[in-house]
């Protein structure tokens, strides 16, 4: 427990930035969800946007550090490997 007047401080601050991180990761996890739903239904328009939506949500985490940027270029390039898999033309025998 906090003794003094700025650990008390600091312990409301870590409060309200674990809250804000929790709500940030969470957003990014949600758009990770509707992307790979939007990539099962096969709608070309459809995929763009919910990865484009999910691109620019893991790169807003990576900008105000809440996850690596290299992470959030490793989730980028898992979606994109996704993506090319199921859309990827079966191959004639």
Known sequence: MANNKSAKKRNRQMIVR??????????????????????????????????????????KAANKNVIHKNAASRFKARIAASLAKTTAAPATA
């Open 18 to 59: 674990t809250a804000r991180n929790r709500a940030i990761k969470s957003r990014v996890k949600t758009a990770r969800k509707a992307a790979l739903a939007a990539i099962l239904t096969g709608d070309k328009e459809l995929i763009a946007a919910k990865v484009a939506i999910y691109a620019s949500t893991a790169d």
